[in-house]
T-cell receptor, first 110, second 113 residues
Framework: SQQGEEDPQALSIQEGENATMNCSYK?????LQWYRQNSGRGLVHLIL?????REKHSGRLRVTLDTSKKSSSLLITASRAADTASYFC??????????FGTGTSLTVIP | DVKVTQSSRYLVKRTGEKVFLECVQD?????MFWYRQDPGLGLRLIYF???????EKGDIPEGYSVSREKKERFSLILESASTNQTSMYLC????????????FGDGTRLSIL
């Protein structure tokens, strides 16, 4: 399977702390994307990083990509209770089809 | 903003019924996708379509079919529903170019009794 794997499966932190989650994948990719899913809702796109990029920022989000290790990390700085959600990485291998991981469940305690 | 609308949030059907799940997007996207989401398994692609009347099998197409007669609408059909098809079903759409995000609906939680 080309599916990404997120690590850890679950993460619980205090409000204001940073949250880091990781994604590993198996094959060469065009890009890697991170999505957020609030309970009972669909996924929302957060950030896309292309295979020739190493780091990308968007607000409180920082994504890194290491294609030699086939891994990516998502850092959420100064977390808020509203960041409580599941986070998924998705790898784009073919240009049309994405492969999603199983997700990291983040709980931010107020 | 892109809006992807799934016809039902919750649906309860019986084993053996033919079930239709509808998805409509309002941004003229070329690509549309159907996933199912199960605890511990993440999202798995059932079918996708990159154009009207075109369809491609994903990772788990068995027991499902799809229809895309109009660009904005992508239907998932369970030919004869079974209890192992109880799941959350998510529809998504995207522009038909590389490096584009997918936009998701809020999902349909389907229970087969």
């Amino acid at each position: 399977s080309q599916q990404g794997e997120e690590d850890p499966q679950a993460l619980s932190i205090q409000e204001g702390e940073n949250a880091t989650m990781n994604c590993s994948y198996k094959t060469s990719i065009n890009n890697l994307q991170w999505y957020r899913q609030n309970s009972g809702r669909g996924l929302v796109h957060l950030i896309l990083i292309r295979s020739n990029e190493r780091e990308k920022h968007s607000g409180r989000l920082r994504v890194t990509l290491d294609t030699s290790k086939k891994s990516s990390s998502l850092l959420i700085t100064a977390s808020r209770a509203a960041d409580t959600a599941s986070y998924f990485c998705a790898t784009d291998v073919t240009g049309n089809q994405f492969y999603f991981g199983t997700g990291t469940s983040l709980t931010v305690i107020p | 903003d892109v809006k992807v609308t799934q016809s039902s949030r919750y649906l309860v059907k019986r084993t053996g019924e033919k079930v239709f799940l509808e998805c409509v997007q309002d941004m003229d996207h070329e690509n549309m996708f159907w996933y199912r989401q199960d605890p511990g398994l993440g999202l798995r692609l059932i079918y996708f379509s990159y154009d009207v009347k075109m369809k491609e099998k994903g990772d788990i197409p068995e027991g499902y079919s799809v229809s895309r007669e109009k660009k904005e609408r992508f239907s998932l059909i369970l030919e004869s529903a079974s209890t192992n098809q109880t799941s959350m079903y998510l529809c998504a759409s995207s522009v038909g170019q590389v490096d584009q995000p997918q936009h998701f609906g809020d999902g349909t939680r389907l229970s087969i009794l």
